[in-house]
């Protein structure tokens, strides 16, 4: 399985960015996704998932309300629209994925459940 990551850029304090994450080599296969994100000299963290369904959804508590996640299987794709983004949502933003099966449709939060990671792209707010 192989996850590319897109989207990343320079944006005004306010502004948005959508963020693309296409998983590939897992034919006919069931995934969770998380969205994670490492600012300039902090750890690796978690900002957002979706199940392999799309019906289960959770959000770290500084996005909620600006970020949003969703799917499209038929592409193989899952997005990250963020909305007024703010200077401290500086990162590079990583998503990740962890084969599932069909009776598991929920979400972790926690990175080492997921087993399979993108190559990471920049987004870069100006205040």
């Known amino acids: 399985v192989q996850l590319q990551a897109s989207g990343g850029g320079l944006v005004q304090a306010g502004g948005s960015l959508r963020l693309s994450c296409v998983v590939s080599g897992g034919t006919n296969s069931k995934y969770m996704v998380g969205w994670f994100r490492r600012a300039p000299g902090k750890e690796r963290g978690f900002v957002a998932a979706i199940s392999w369904s799309g019906r289960s959804i959770d959000y770290t508590d500084s996005v909620k309300g600006r970020f949003t996640i969703s799917r499209d299987n038929r592409k193989n794709t899952v997005y990250l629209q963020m909305n007024n983004l703010k200077p401290e949502d500086t990162a590079v933003y990583y998503c990740?994925?962890?084969?599932?099966?069909?009776?598991?449709?929920?979400?972790?939060?926690?990175?080492?459940?997921?087993?399979?990671w993108g190559q990471g792209t920049l987004v870069t707010v100006s205040s």
């Open positions: 990740a994925a962890d084969l599932v099966d069909y009776s598991s449709d929920y979400v972790v939060t926690w990175e080492e459940e997921y087993d399979y």
